[in-house]
């Protein structure tokens, strides 16, 4: 079956960075387009960024700042996310997800599958 599992998180200071890690089982990696979401508490899950399934084209949200970068390795299956310059705006649960096909999507409904998510949380 499909696995997603994300890594990387933790407790960190504002300022810092942290490069999470999205694995992926169960799927020809290179056939899928990959999203990163993310949920704080009280609020609804949010695009953060998608990579096309040749890692060549790329969507960040407007609201995401340029701290964020998003690269994956098709040899590897895994997708990850470089954040910077970390502040406490940023604490939320981080989520990958796979979507079938070449393009990238902003919208949850879009994916066909997720993990199960890895917490930031950023202390000030």
């Known amino acids: 079956q499909v696995q997603l599992v994300e890594s990387g998180g933790g407790l960190v200071q504002a300022g810092g960075s942290l490069r999470l890690s999205c694995a992926a089982s169960g799927l020809t990696f290179s056939s899928y387009a990959m999203g990163w979401f993310r949920q704080a508490p009280g609020k609804e899950r949010e695009f953060v960024v998608s990579?096309?399934?040749?890692?060549?084209?790329?969507y960040y949200a407007a609201s995401v700042p340029g701290r964020f970068t998003i690269s994956r390795d098709n040899a590897k299956n895994t997708v990850y996310l470089q954040i910077n310059s970390l502040n406490p705006e940023d604490t939320a649960v981080y989520y990958c997800?796979?979507?079938?096909?070449?393009?990238?999507?902003?919208?949850?409904?879009?994916?066909?599958?997720w993990g199960q998510g890895t917490q930031v949380t950023v202390s000030s």
């Open positions: 990579i096309d399934r040749s890692g060549t084209g790329t």
């Open positions: 997800a796979a979507r079938t096909g070449t393009y990238i999507a902003t919208m949850t409904r879009q994916y066909d599958y």
